[in-house]
């Protein structure tokens, strides 16, 4: 559930750094289907907007939302449904941006 308007072009070492996580726990992230990076040969690469999901997804599971459940809600609610979002941060989601454009 994931609209690329950036290009990839952050490895996952550079992405976990701008994140302050560890790189295994962006590819446990992949490994849930909940983020899907950009690959060349065996690199991974992670555009802006990964980055942001995943701040975005770092926020819910340490709201007490566990992995496996926004891999569950996600099927059935978009991803501001979820996190409950406020409408200041909806705007600057490329997702949710889309799915305005379309509806109208």
């Known amino acids: 559930m ?5 290009p ?5 070492s550079a992405a976990a750094d701008m994140l ?23 690199w991974r690469y992670y ?3 990964d980055i942001a999901w995943i701040r975005c997804l770092f926020s819910m599971i340490h709201s007490g939302i566990t ?3 926004i891999g569950k809600l996600l099927h059935y609610a978009p991803c501001w449904e979820v996190a409950d979002c406020a409408l200041e941060k909806r705007r600057l989601c490329p997702v949710y941006l ?3 454009r ?3």
Do not use: F, M
């Not at 994931?2 to 950036?6: A, P």
């Not at 990839?8 to 996952?12: L, N």
């Not at 302050?20 to 849930?32: C, D, S, V």
């Open 2 to 6: 994931q609209c690329q308007t950036h």
């Open 8 to 12: 990839s072009i952050y490895r996952i």
């Open 20 to 42: 302050a996580l560890h790189p295994r726990t962006l590819r446990n992230y992949e490994k849930a289907g909940l983020v899907t990076p950009s690959r060349k040969g065996k």
């Open 47 to 49: 555009s802006a907007d």
């Open 67 to 69: 992995i496996a459940s």
């Open 98 to 100: 889309q799915r305005s």
């Open 102 to 104: 379309a509806s109208r």
